[in-house]
């Protein structure tokens, strides 16, 4: 639960590093949360509404959390863009975002891992 109140606390933050462990567990609860939220839609019948509401809530959330762990491997935050390209770029995001940390500090900061 920490995790996911860390990338809210970094709402706005596009600067630093994020360890893989955080972005994956954000990426676990918004997956729990949708599908919570999804059952309580067909539910009530609002046909998606409150999915589509905390989408759009978790978006720039998500998008700093996945620019900070490009940032954690040593790659600029544009290259999220890749993801754009059909089928390839979401396999070479997904290798990005399981890869470890960059050891030591980068261009964006010190080792969040603090090794």
Same mark, same amino acid.
């Given at each position: 639960?920490?995790?996911?109140?860390?990338?809210?606390?970094?709402?706005?933050?596009?600067?630093?590093?994020?360890?893989?462990?955080?972005?994956?567990?954000?990426?676990?609860?918004? =997956? +729990?949360? @949708?599908?919570?939220?999804? *059952?309580?839609?067909?539910? !009530?019948?609002?046909?998606?509404?409150? #999915?589509?509401?905390?989408?759009?809530?978790?978006?720039?959330?998500?998008?700093?959390?996945?620019?900070?762990?490009?940032?954690?491997?040593?790659?600029?935050?544009?290259?999220? =863009? +890749?993801? @754009?390209?059909?089928?390839? *770029?979401?396999?070479?995001? !997904?290798?990005?975002?399981?890869?470890? #940390?960059?050891?030591?500090?980068?261009?964006?900061?010190?080792?969040?891992?603090?090794?």
């Amino acid at each position: 639960m920490n995790w996911y109140l860390d990338a809210w606390k970094n709402y706005f933050n596009f600067d630093g590093r994020s360890r893989r462990q955080a972005y994956w567990m954000f990426v676990l609860f918004n =997956l +729990i949360a @949708f599908l919570i939220i999804g *059952g309580i839609d067909g539910a !009530i019948g609002t046909g998606g509404l409150l #999915s589509s509401i905390y989408g759009l809530a978790v978006f720039i959330p998500g998008l700093a959390l996945a620019v900070r762990r490009l940032h954690d491997i040593g790659k600029s935050g544009w290259w999220f =863009l +890749i993801g @754009f390209i059909p089928l390839v *770029g979401l396999i070479i995001l !997904i290798v990005f975002f399981v890869t470890d #940390s960059q050891p030591g500090s980068n261009a964006y900061g010190p080792n969040p891992k603090g090794a």
